[in-house]
Every structure is written in C-alpha cells, then in structure tokens.
C-alpha cells in the first residue's frame, strides 16, 4: 500500500486534495482546529502530534507551526474551538428551574461526551506536561459563560433567587455537578439527573 493510498484509508487527505484547494486565514485555521480536534479524541494528548494534524488536515507542518508554537498551546485553540462552534442556545422560559433544566440539558446533548473527555486520561498527559489544573484550563478554554451570567441575571430580577446567596461557586454548582457526572457516566447527562441537581442541590441554596 502506497502512502497515498494509507492516507485515504485513515480519511486524510491525498496530495492531490492538498493541491485541489488553497485554503487560507480563517477557512485554513478552522480546517487545522478540526483536525487537532480530531487528534485530541481519538488518539488523546499523548499521541497528539503537529505530524499527525498536517496529515488529517492535508497541509504541513510548517504551516501550523507559523500559528502555534506547541503542542500545548495548539490543543488549547482545538478546544476551544470546539466549544465555541458548538453553542447552546440560552432559554427564556419564565423561571430559573426550566431555563437551567434546559440549558443543562441541551449542553449535555450539543456538547456530548466534552466534559467527560476533558477529565479522562486522554488529557492527563496534558495537565503533566503543562502542570496545569482541569480548573485552570477550564477557565482558559471558557472565559466566559454569557449565557449562565443572563440566566441568573433574569432571575434575579424576577425576585427567584437572592444575589446575595449567589457566590461564584454556588453559580458554578449545577454546571460542575453536570460535568462531573458526565465524567463518571461516559455520556449525556439524562433530564431526571439534572432535575435533582437543580431541585434537591441549587435552588435550595440560592432561593430567597
């Protein structure tokens, strides 16, 4: 079997895709963020090469390299772009309790297995290399929620929930007990579990 002919049989592109097409500025990057993407959940970071991008995405090397300068730092750009093309539309159904249920669950069903991928050992090379914490990265990689921040917003101008019960962390619960239990199940979180996160855990805390 030629080269040629491996590529083809892994999905990559040929030489002669390479030459087809010139991909450049954001079409290009898009297209090497999909492939490092794709890298990163089937081979996980310590099989993660810039080799193995170039041939997934049919460009070189040298063309990654004159955006990213690491291993670490194209994985990041990967996950991030993986969650920032994959948003979840933010609900306005009258009430905090079936705008999260919502939210939540739309998140676990559009997001998949993300969470769970994240925490698995697939990453675990990532946070040794870099020594960083999965909070850390998490922060680095979602800067910033805006849909959470207007879901609160709402209703706290409803009167639901106190603003002043509502630290960070609190806010932050329903949404690390969504991960976590993705992490442990592998999969989507079912509705019935995130309805018990929300009713038996959050509002209880958050309620006036």
Not at 9 to 21: A, C, E, N, Y
Not at 45 to 66: H, K, L, N
């Amino acid at each position: 079997m030629s080269i040629g002919d491996a590529n083809v049989s892994k999905g990559f592109p040929t030489d002669g895709q390479k030459s087809g097409s010139r991909r450049r500025g954001s079409v290009l990057e898009a297209a090497l963020l999909e492939a490092a993407w794709e890298e990163l959940i089937h081979g996980g970071f310590e099989r993660f090469t810039f080799e193995g991008v170039a041939a997934r995405s049919g460009t070189s090397r040298t063309v990654i390299y004159r955006r990213w300068d690491s291993r670490p730092a194209l994985a990041v750009s990967a996950v991030r772009h993986y969650w920032e093309t994959h948003p979840v539309a933010v609900p306005n159904t009258g009430t905090i309790r079936e705008d999260l249920i919502e939210y939540m669950t739309e998140s676990s069903i559009g997001r998949g297995d993300f969470p769970s991928f994240l925490m698995s050992t697939g990453m675990k090379e990532y946070f040794e290399e870099t020594h960083t914490s999965f909070d850390e990265f998490r922060k680095e990689i979602l800067p910033n929620e805006t849909g959470i921040h207007e879901l609160y917003s709402r209703s706290i101008e409803r009167g639901e929930i106190d603003p002043r019960k509502l630290s960070p962390r609190v806010a932050s619960l329903p949404f690390d007990l969504l991960r976590h239990e993705a992490f442990l199940s592998g999969k989507s979180v079912p509705r019935s579990a995130i309805e018990e996160i929300i009713d038996q855990i959050f509002l209880p805390l958050v309620r006036r």
